[in-house]
């Protein structure tokens, strides 16, 4: 049997969060490993393996070498999720695109993880040990402009925001997004259509199993992710990813989202070699 330590980032709060790897957890420890979660760079104990589970956009060096201690590390691959690491359709002042556009943070989730670390340093006198990315928010959802000429100089002088091409994926229902989560080489993806363009948990109106396009297999592979979850969309027969996250939360639970947290669980045997 395996033991597993969690590393999280000193204020990540992770059990009042609610991750999946919450989830996950509970059926290795059912399954008779050992699983420890450890928050901050104090004293790590001793494991067979490390899942790097730090809620931050980009995982601090400090944490990423002391988990070199462990044989295997998860997520070791995947240190930094921002959107000019993960997107490939920015655009930049002056190119060419006469479609809409949207603008978003560089740093995952709008950056609130990090404002939330930003201010526990500051409340406790601490150095902050946060990659040097500007903390800075933009409307939630984000907001859709119908053109590159309407973006003002703003954003564009905001070395914080980005700006990217708007590539919806549409059908008769509304607008769709899909999601696909992966531990080893358990899955599962879903495609969920709501009523916004940016769909969110608060306008789906369906939702379907699809699923897993090559393209996105090459994208996981790029982006060095052991587990995860990625949301993208399929336009024109082309997949394209929006967002990389090493820390997604938990669905709403049910008895078939258990079940399958239960064989995405099982994907875990195949990374203690992998990570």
């Known amino acids: 049997m395996a033991r597993i330590v969690v590393i999280t ?33 104090g004293d790590w104990p001793d494991a067979d393996v490390s899942i790097l589970h730090v809620d931050l956009s980009v995982v601090p060096d400090t944490y990423r070498e002391a988990a070199k201690r462990y044989p295997v590390v998860i997520n ?11 997107s490939r359709n920015l655009l930049k002042r002056g190119d060419e695109w006469d479609g809409p556009v949207v603008v978003k943070t560089d740093l995952n989730y709008s950056g609130i993880p990090e404002r939330h670390a930003a201010e ?12 040097p990315s ?7 959802p984000y907001p859709i402009l119908a053109s590159i000429g309407a973006v003002p100089d703003t954003i564009w002088n905001n070395p914080g925001l980005v700006v990217e091409r708007f590539l919806p994926e549409r059908d008769e229902r509304g607008f769709c997004m899909r999601a696909w989560v992966f531990c080893g080489d358990r899955e599962r993806c879903t495609r969920y259509c709501g009523t916004h363009p940016i769909v969110k948990t608060a306008n789906i109106i369906a939702h379907e199993p699809v699923s897993v396009p090559e393209e996105l297999r090459a994208e996981r592979e790029r982006l060095g992710f052991d587990y995860g979850k990625f949301d993208f969309v399929v336009r024109d027969g082309r ?6 996250n090493r820390t ?20 875990f045997l195949g ?5």
């Open 120 to 131: 526990c340093f500051r409340r406790d006198g601490r150095t902050p040990d946060l990659a």
């Open 9 to 41: 980032h000193a204020y990540d709060n992770f059990r009042a969060r609610k991750p999946l790897l919450g989830s996950l957890a509970k059926h290795w420890i059912d399954a008779g490993h050992s699983v420890d979660v450890v928050a901050g760079l």
């Open 271 to 275: 990374l203690l070699g992998n990570g």
């Open 76 to 86: 070791g691959g995947a240190p930094d999720v921002r959107k000019t690491r993960v």
């Open 239 to 244: 997949s394209i990813l929006l967002d990389a």
């Open 248 to 267: 997604p939360s938990a669905p709403p639970a049910s008895p078939t989202m258990e079940a399958s947290n239960a064989q995405l669980a099982g994907g």
């Open 134 to 140: 500007p903390l800075v928010s933009t409307d939630r």
